[in-house]
């Protein structure tokens, strides 16, 4: 089941684990196209621009493609738990805007997993959480970062082939 601990509704609840099934297939079409379009998923690195929003993927130190995004959260393998964007002190909020609106979407729609600031997950649930926010957000898709102790979600709401003269 995808929902999350804590969240004793969204357990039972089979019409959300459906819906957060669904998404997770959306983004995996979603993220194939990318692959296919633009290499998504075959760069040697990713680098973030906080202050902009951007997302650099490069090989070589060229950067190859440039995308605007938003940090949509961040999943812990040490304290088995996702932060919301919007939730993250460490972020800076041109990164994190977007977050917002799930957050009031979460409350309007009475879905607690997108209210609450940091919740129990596991890998899969925090991946299907940022599923369910690049539907609702409208995303291109989503890349997952890998950091230290887990790894950053990033869904991508714009893409460019970056000028090889730059």
Do not use: H
């Amino acid at each position: 089941s995808l929902g999350l601990v804590g969240s004793e509704m969204c357990i039972r609840d089979s019409a959300y684990n459906k819906l957060l099934n669904e998404c997770v297939a959306e983004v995996d079409g979603k993220n194939q196209k990318l692959a296919d379009e633009y290499g998504l998923g075959s760069f040697e690195r990713w680098d973030i621009d906080q202050e902009i929003g951007e997302l650099v993927f490069s090989d070589d130190r060229a950067p190859t493609l440039v995308c605007s995004v938003t940090m949509l959260g961040s999943f812990s393998d040490q304290s088995e738990t996702w932060m919301w964007g919007w939730a993250n002190p460490s972020l800076l909020e041109p990164l994190t805007r977007d977050t917002n609106v799930l957050r009031e979407y979460g409350e309007k729609n009475g879905l607690e997993d997108l209210t609450v600031e940091k919740t129990s997950a596991t890998e899969g649930e925090a991946w299907a959480l940022s599923a369910l926010s690049c539907r609702i957000l409208d995303g291109l898709g989503l890349y997952r970062g890998p950091t230290g102790n887990g790894f950053v979600v990033m869904m991508i709401k714009g893409i460019n082939r970056s000028d090889p003269q730059r």
